[in-house]
């Protein structure tokens, strides 16, 4: 799986080839991957060895490397489809409203009318060009409506649901 990573407003294609090997904007490079706990790694890469720290942000991750604070915005391969059909789920959060971020078949829904949900809670699976992706809740909130069933084919855009 394909990757773009941002880091000082520089984007680059990041594809992991194998254990001790990376392709960055199509050049290999030997690098290796160590974890050492939950959020600590060694990161070896072309014969250097980084100390790493990473803390998840909703935005993609804050690495300190060898003690200096990094941003990383991380986008995986269904995340850069999404920006490219113009879905990111960040636009349409503010309104409550959930909507289709592609074409596709509502698999499972996985909240009912009335139920409390966290942001990042999954709401839903659709199902586009045989990837299964799962709706996550862009907020905390309740849910108001559900504006669609299971097996149901939806457009991109379509009023899934809606949070209040």
């Given at each position: ?26 050049a290999k490079k ?52 999404l920006d490219k ?80």
């Amino acid at each position: 799986m394909k990757y773009q990573a941002a880091i000082h407003q520089s984007a680059f294609e990041v594809e992991p080839l194998s254990t001790d090997a990376v392709s960055i904007n199509g050049a290999k490079k030997e690098s290796r991957l160590v974890q050492l706990s939950e959020r600590f790694y060694h990161f070896i890469y072309e014969g250097k060895v980084f100390r790493v720290e990473s803390v998840k942000t909703d935005d993609g991750f804050n690495f300190k490397i060898n003690g200096e604070l990094v941003s990383v915005e991380v986008k995986d391969e269904l995340q850069l489809m999404l920006d490219k059909m113009g879905g990111s789920a960040k636009k349409k959060a503010a309104s409550g409203d959930i909507k289709a971020p592609m074409p596709g078949l509502v698999v499972k829904l996985s909240v009912s009318v009335g139920e409390s949900v966290k942001k990042g809670q999954g709401l839903l699976i659709l199902e586009a060009m045989k990837m299964q992706n799962e709706i996550k809740s862009p907020t905390d909130g309740v849910v108001k409506e559900i504006k669609v069933s299971e097996k149901q084919a939806v457009e991109k855009n379509h009023l899934l649901m809606k949070l209040e």
